[in-house]
């Protein structure tokens, strides 16, 4: 073998070289997208149920077994009822600085999640505000965090009151 074809030998070697270590990058690269893109669904469907769950309870404590016609009826003081614990929470505002993780729970082994709510009545006219006084507008917001994600989930819902006689 010549000088020339070693040359030649040796220039291909490089350029498979730089070539396998371009497609291990892609494929590493690949990879941890989709990690984090499962992490970030089992985030977002997380948030989701909670959102669910509370929203099919009851508006406010004053709420439970009968209907309310004056905010003032309301609840001043939203949190969770002396004696009301997940899952038996029987209204929207028990789920008031609620906190879980999922570090026990084995139906999440890949990755453990984190998860805070807060409750706040919120302006009609402007539901990003909230209100210091009691309207007929709540929202829930959830946040989901996890070591395992950079980011954090943030999900919103607003419930409101409706009585119909």
């Known amino acids: ?41 089992l985030a977002v469907s997380l948030g989701t149920s909670i959102i669910e769950n509370a929203t099919s309870k009851a508006f406010d404590e004053a709420t439970v077994v009968n209907p309310v016609s004056s905010v003032t009826d309301l609840s001043l003081i939203l949190r969770a009822e002396t004696g009301e614990v997940y899952p038996n929470f029987d209204d929207i505002d028990d789920f008031n600085n609620y906190t879980m993780t999922t570090a026990n729970d084995t139906t999440f082994l890949s990755a453990v999640f984190d998860v805070g709510c807060q409750v706040n009545y919120v302006n009609q006219n402007n539901p990003q505000q909230i209100s210091s006084s009691r309207t007929w507008h709540k929202r829930i917001d959830v946040r989901v965090t996890s070591p395992s994600m950079q980011d954090t989930i943030r999900l919103s819902s607003v419930v409101s009151y409706w009585y119909f006689r």
Do not use: H
């Open 1 to 41: 073998m010549g000088t020339g074809q070693m040359m030649i030998t040796i220039a291909a070697m490089m350029l498979l070289s730089t070539i396998l270590l371009r497609i291990n990058a892609t494929f590493l690269s690949t990879g941890t997208a989709l990690y984090e893109t499962k992490y970030d669904v």
